[in-house]
């Protein structure tokens, strides 16, 4: 009796449970109440809270479950990365390889200080954190690719100047919904910066290219 009880309640508690899960809300769902949750919970500075929102690429990047991308959607990531890239006023795409230097192991930028945004230097580049750089750095990161003797294995043709300009600029011209954050493109970056950088990857005499 006591048995023919007990399974009875574990059915009741189950269909309960089932039933409760069949009113959660749905995948698409479930996102927005989150989105909502994060944005309402950012209080800190509405500058960067803009950020919250989601571009064109970054919606089509963020596909739920991680679904694999269209070659329609790809398409149209590497078709916005490419509108989005500016150069430099001058016209130049390769600056200052030490400038570049100093922005590539710089990840500082702006702060939140008792809950208002304190703008107190230019964006650092962050590639360290990302990149293997100079040969024999150890404080690095290795989420991308190693980036030491980059020139020197590419040369400097105009193409690949060109390339790297772009690449630093919005990564997802070349490679789509990328790990690589869109440094020019976000802002994050001058264009005058990205040009420091390409210098600092292609410069013979840069680190990166030293034996
Ligand atoms: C959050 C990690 C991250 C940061 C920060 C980052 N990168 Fe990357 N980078 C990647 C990843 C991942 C790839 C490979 C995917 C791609 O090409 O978009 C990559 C690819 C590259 C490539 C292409 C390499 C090749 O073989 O063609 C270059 C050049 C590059 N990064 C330069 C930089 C520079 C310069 C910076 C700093 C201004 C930087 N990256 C910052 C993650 C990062």
């Known amino acids: 009796m006591r048995k023919a009880w007990l399974t009875w309640t574990m059915l009741g508690a189950s269909a309960l ?3 409760g899960c069949a009113t ?3 995948q698409a769902t479930t996102r927005q109440i989150a989105e909502k949750m994060v944005s309402e919970g950012f209080t800190a500075s509405p500058e960067h809270a803009k950020r919250l929102v989601q571009d064109k690429s970054q919606q089509i990047c963020s596909k739920i ?8 959607e790809a398409d149209e990531v590497l078709k916005l ?3 989005s890239i500016k150069y430099p006023a001058s016209g130049k795409l390769v600056g200052d390889w030490k400038a ?13 200080s008792r809950g208002r945004l304190e703008k107190r230097k230019e964006n650092g580049g962050l590639c360290q954190n990302c990149h293997a750089l100079a040969a024999g750095e150890i404080n690095v990161g290795n989420v991308g690719p190693s980036l030491t003797g980059f020139g020197a294995q590419r040369g400097n043709s105009e193409a690949i100047v060109k390339y790297t300009y772009d690449k630093i600029y919005n990564a997802w ?3 789509p919904c990328s790990n690589m954050p869109r440094l020019g493109a ?3 970056l001058t264009p005058e910066q990205v040009a420091h950088m390409v210098a600092y990857l292609l410069a013979p005499q840069s680190p990166i290219n030293r034996k």
């Open 81 to 83: 990365a490419r509108a």
């Open 173 to 175: 011209h070349s490679v």
């Open 24 to 26: 959660y809300p749905d």
């Open 65 to 72: 479950g991680g679904a694999e991308l269209t070659q329609a």
């Open 100 to 112: 570049g230097d100093k922005l590539a192991h710089d990840g500082a930028g702006d702060r939140i």
């Open 186 to 188: 976000t802002g994050h």
């Open 17 to 19: 449970i089932s039933v």
